[in-house]
């Protein structure tokens, strides 16, 4: 029966808060007599004033807002000071500050996550106020103290925003806590391999659970972005090695061509040399022989040689296929070389230079076609 009471409960819970259209934040601030409160949603791109109130001896105010599709971000200002919190689908908001101390001496209640922010930012807002103890004057000794203290803070911070961010990504506190900024730098980076865990978990539970929502597209578009970077980098890296590893400015390939003729990377050495790794299978084959074919005839005349390695399973379906290229064409059947040149997806293009040095990976049409003209 407690059971049933519960859900029954629950349920009205749940249609009450779908069932309104609007939020109300109220409460009083203490010493503002004579002040004017602004209510502002705190947008993507910008800032932007829901409401006003000029607050009389007893400071007391409320607003009502209209609810957000999604959890949004809105602030109170006074004067030039701000407190932020979130809204979601249902909410009523209650604060109580003071005009001396607007932005940290307030409390709020009838939202966790808004309590929640108020801890990250007060945190952000101590380590601020040390940043802001350097001056040019100290010593050294003074600075490094105070540098000290500072890093210190931060990884305590950073501690505290990650364990809040992996207990509910979802939530907009854990999206508040990665955009945090200090010195007008943000805390949390998609890019450091640190920070990309924290980034990753928010942008991805946003994406499963509100994937049209604005802010979701732009972190999650940007985290995909670090992850892509991520990678480029480590490939890099593990290029660079195979390099000095084998003593050259490149990996030297022998593999035969449809005519059974073995044909040498080597043999190519003084022309700038396109090296891809293909496969005539891909569903954008068509399109992508003909942006090759435009850059043959279009520079071939000039010292541009094109040393295709085609990563196609059917022999047969090869053969047909590069019946008509122009340029050097062998099939790699096993990957032996596509695994040297650490090539993980296809197509992926290398543009070697006249000295036999690589220097490109991957680079999109529009800059392997500079890259090309720049060093024919």
């Given at each position: 029966?407690?059971?049933?009471?519960?859900?029954?409960?629950?349920?009205?819970?749940?249609?009450?808060?779908?069932?309104?259209?609007?939020?109300?934040?109220?409460?009083?601030?203490?010493?503002?007599?004579?002040?004017?409160?602004?209510?502002?949603?705190?947008?993507?791109?910008?800032?932007?004033?829901?409401?006003?109130?000029?607050?009389?001896?007893?400071?007391?105010?409320?607003?009502?807002?209209?609810?957000?599709?999604?959890?949004?971000?809105?602030?109170?200002?006074?004067?030039?000071?701000?407190?932020?919190?979130?809204?979601?689908?249902?909410?009523?908001?209650?604060?109580?500050?003071?005009?001396?101390?607007?932005?940290?001496?307030?409390?709020?209640?009838?939202?966790?996550?808004?309590?929640?922010?108020?801890?990250?930012?007060?945190?952000?807002?101590?380590?601020?106020?040390?940043?802001?103890?350097?001056?040019?004057?100290?010593?050294?000794?003074?600075?490094?103290?105070?540098?000290?203290?500072?890093?210190?803070?931060?990884?305590?911070?950073?501690?505290?925003?990650?364990?809040?961010?992996?207990?509910?990504?979802?939530?907009?506190?854990?999206?508040?806590?990665?955009?945090?900024?200090?010195?007008?730098?943000?805390?949390?980076?998609?890019?450091?391999?640190?920070?990309?865990?924290?980034?990753?978990?928010?942008?991805?539970?946003?994406?499963?659970?509100?994937?049209?929502?604005?802010?979701t597209k732009n972190?999650?578009?940007?985290?995909?972005?670090?992850?892509?970077?991520?990678?480029?980098?480590?490939?890099?890296?593990?290029?660079?090695?195979?390099?000095?590893?084998?003593?050259?400015?490149?990996?030297?390939?022998?593999?035969?061509?449809?005519?059974?003729?073995?044909?040498?990377?080597?043999?190519?050495?003084?022309?700038?040399?396109?090296?891809?790794?293909?496969?005539?299978?891909?569903?954008?084959?068509?399109?992508?022989?003909?942006?090759?074919?435009?850059?043959?005839?279009?520079?071939?005349?000039?010292?541009?040689?094109?040393?295709?390695?085609?990563?196609?399973?059917?022999?047969?379906?090869?053969?047909?296929?590069?019946?008509?290229?122009?340029?050097?064409?062998?099939?790699?059947?096993?990957?032996?070389?596509?695994?040297?040149?650490?090539?993980?997806?296809?197509?992926?293009?290398?543009?070697?230079?006249?000295?036999?040095?690589?220097?490109?990976?991957?680079?999109?049409?529009?800059?392997?076609?500079r890259l090309i003209?720049?060093?024919?």
């Amino acid at each position: 029966m407690k059971k049933y009471i519960y859900f029954a409960f629950a349920a009205i819970v749940l249609y009450a808060c779908n069932s309104t259209d609007s939020f109300k934040t109220e409460g009083t601030v203490a010493n503002a007599d004579n002040k004017t409160l602004y209510l502002e949603h705190i947008g993507l791109m910008k800032t932007t004033v829901i409401d006003s109130v000029k607050l009389n001896s007893d400071g007391e105010f409320s607003f009502k807002g209209k609810r957000p599709e999604y959890p949004d971000f809105y602030r109170l200002r006074l004067d030039n000071r701000t407190i932020d919190f979130a809204v979601d689908s249902c909410e009523k908001i209650s604060f109580k500050a003071d005009a001396k101390n607007f932005s940290s001496g307030y409390s709020v209640e009838g939202s966790t996550t808004s309590a929640s922010i108020q801890k990250l930012r007060k945190s952000l807002n101590d380590i601020q106020a040390k940043v802001n103890l350097i001056k040019p004057e100290l010593t050294t000794a003074e600075r490094s103290a105070i540098l000290s203290e500072i890093e210190a803070d931060i990884a305590a911070h950073k501690k505290m925003a990650g364990a809040l961010v992996l207990q509910n990504p979802r939530s907009a506190a854990a999206y508040y806590a990665i955009y945090q900024q200090l010195n007008n730098a943000y805390l949390f980076s998609p890019y450091s391999d640190e920070d990309r865990p924290y980034c990753a978990a928010v942008a991805t539970a946003y994406n499963a659970f509100m994937p049209e929502y604005d802010r979701t597209k732009n972190l999650y578009s940007l985290v995909m972005d670090a992850i892509r970077t991520n990678r480029r980098e480590r490939s890099n890296q593990e290029w660079k090695k195979i390099i000095e590893q084998s003593g050259v400015g490149y990996i030297d390939i022998a593999l035969n061509d449809k005519s059974g003729k073995t044909r040498k990377l080597s043999e190519l050495e003084g022309k700038l040399i396109l090296i891809d790794f293909s496969a005539y299978e891909m569903e954008n084959s068509v399109q992508y022989t003909f942006a090759l074919r435009e850059l043959y005839n279009k520079y071939h005349s000039r010292g541009l040689e094109i040393y295709q390695i085609s990563l196609d399973r059917s022999k047969l379906m090869w053969e047909e296929s590069t019946a008509s290229i122009p340029w050097i064409c062998v099939r790699d059947e096993n990957g032996t070389y596509a695994s040297s040149y650490n090539v993980q997806q296809v197509p992926t293009i290398f543009l070697m230079n006249r000295k036999g040095e690589i220097i490109s990976r991957s680079p999109d049409h529009k800059e392997l076609e500079r890259l090309i003209s720049q060093n024919l």
